[in-house]
C-alpha cells in the first residue's frame, strides 16, 4: 500500500492534483482511497489531499501524517513525514522545484506548476501510465497544455533544474521520449 499526501494553499490545485491521481489509478484498476481536506471559507487556507492505493482492497484508508511521497506546494503546513519530499518552497528534505514558475516560463502561466508537479507525482508513484488514461483524466482546459506540462514534470529530475529546465525552449521537443505517457503528435 502507498500513501501519499499533496499539501498546499487554497489555489494551487491540490483538490485537482488528488483528485486526477485518483481517477487515473482507479482507472488503471488499482483500489484508491482520496480524502480532501480544505477550508473553504478562507482564501489562501491550507488544502490537503490524502491518497492511499493498492493493488488488494485497502483494510484502512487512513492516511495520517506520515506518507510514502509528500508534495508540498506551500511552506505552509508542516507537520508531515515521508519517505519522500518534493517541495515549492521552503525547507525540504529532498527535492526543491518551483512548480509556479516553471510553469510560468516553459507555458506561460503559472497555473500550469499543477500539472507539472501531477507529472512528477506520477514518477515517484511509479507506475506505468497509458496515454490514453492520462488524456482521459486531464482537466479539459486547456488540455494539451495540462498534458505537456504533465509529461515536463514527468520527465523533470534534479540535474534538469541543473542543465537549465528553465530555459523557454519548445516545450514539445522535451517529450520525445519512450517514457510513459508520452503522445506523440
Do not use: W
Amino acid at each position: 500500500m502507498k500513501k501519499v499526501i499533496v499539501s498546499g494553499e487554497g489555489g494551487q490545485g491540490v483538490r485537482v492534483i488528488g483528485h486526477t491521481l485518483a481517477v487515473l489509478l482507479t482507472n488503471l484498476g488499482y483500489e484508491v482511497s482520496l480524502l480532501n481536506d480544505y477550508d473553504s471559507s478562507v482564501r489562501g487556507a491550507m488544502s490537503v489531499a490524502y491518497l492511499v492505493f493498492d493493488d488488494k482492497p485497502i483494510d484502512n484508508p487512513v492516511v495520517g501524517n506520515d506518507a510514502d511521497i509528500l508534495l508540498k506546494l506551500s511552506d505552509k503546513g508542516d507537520g508531515f513525514a515521508s519517505e519522500k519530499t518534493v517541495c515549492q518552497t521552503g525547507l525540504c528534505t529532498d527535492e526543491q522545484i518551483p512548480f509556479e514558475q516553471l510553469g510560468e516560463e516553459r507555458f506561460g502561466k503559472a497555473i500550469f506548476g499543477n500539472m507539472i508537479a501531477l507529472g512528477k507525482l506520477i514518477a515517484l508513484v511509479g507506475i506505468e501510465i497509458p496515454d490514453e488514461a492520462l488524456m482521459k483524466v486531464l482537466p479539459l482546459k486547456y488540455r494539451d497544455e495540462n498534458l505537456l506540462a504533465t509529461h515536463y514534470g514527468y520527465s523533470l529530475t534534479e540535474g534538469d533544474l541543473g542543465r537549465g529546465a528553465r530555459s523557454k525552449k519548445n516545450p514539445e521537443r522535451d517529450f520525445a521520449s519512450n517514457r510513459p505517457g508520452y503522445l506523440p503528435k
